[in-house]
């Protein structure tokens, strides 16, 4: 683990810094310096997560989570639907969440350096609220770019995660929450399942809920004809059978939250929540829902976010979908699903 230093900073350890409003976010990590050996590589009782953010004490705390919103140029209306997406970043800013974590697809082409700086425009207001904003990989950042350069124009557009492609945020004491890429092995022998396992097999006793976000689903409605290209993959099947083994022995209860699939969906398997949030403004999909699907409502399209209350050792999770996307500054929500996961229940 590194420690994450503003630019031009000199690099030294020191006491994890602290912000007032409305959460704080601290960068916990080791500095490796000089051939010394990284702390991370001295596995200890439990594992630190690379960043934590401090909702208020002993409160109920709110996080929000979606992805797929390609950001891009507001004349292009087919690939995104900038009407939505603003109004959804709107929304999300008046919720004010302790923590943002986005699951991948946030620009149309991460090749594309106009897209990012559409995100960082539309996006301001999260800076300006001081909101925790957490990502993680999806295809199309490395769309139109060697994937040397994509990496660098999404660290330079997300330097608060200090280019990792998988990392790891304690909310709290009771939620972390694991960014995992899907653009790279997560099969048994590879460096981010070992990472993974790392952080699972040595969590904090106090843990009780873990989040894994990412991009492309492990579990979803199976599709026929061009929309089975979405389909879960080998990749993620590998995973979700890791998972399983884990979520039967481990007290924490486990919400997996992919995108990619530009709609909603809810499952429960192997005792894990599986949600599919891909509606933050990409062009919408529609999708055949298997019966196994929590969500059968024929609504569509499905631009929404997820949001998600810790309560003690109770996690709500919320869907809102925008209604009036059709309307030229949308603002209508509604509350299409809903449910609840209890440690021990």
Known sequence: MRLVLPAGAVAKHRAPRRFTRPAALVFVAALAIGGLRPLSAQVPATVAADFRVDPAPNEPFRFVAYGDMR?????????????????????????????IFLNGDTVWHGGVLNDYAVMQ???????????PVFPALGNYEFSECAEKQCLANWTNAYPQVGGRRWYSVDVGSRLRAIALDTDTALEDGSPQRAWLAAELDHLPPTVDFVFIYLHHPLVADLQGGFSASHNPRSNELALAAYLKGFAARSHARLIVCSGHIH???RHTQDGILYL????????????????????????????HYLRFTVDGQSLRGEMYRLEDYGSASPHTYALRDSFEIRVGG
């Open 71 to 99: 950001f891009t140029a507001t004349s292009e209306t087919d690939a995104s639907h900038p009407n939505a997406r603003q109004a959804l970043v709107a929304r999300v800013t008046a919720d004010a969440p302790a923590a």
């Open 121 to 131: 425009a539309e996006t301001q207001v999260w800076r300006d609220a001081h909101l």
């Open 263 to 265: 709609n909603y969906e």
């Open 276 to 303: 599919v949030s891909g509606g933050g403004g990409a062009h919408p999909v529609p999708v055949a829902r298997d019966e196994g699907d929590a969500f059968q409502n024929p609504l569509f399209p499905n631009f």
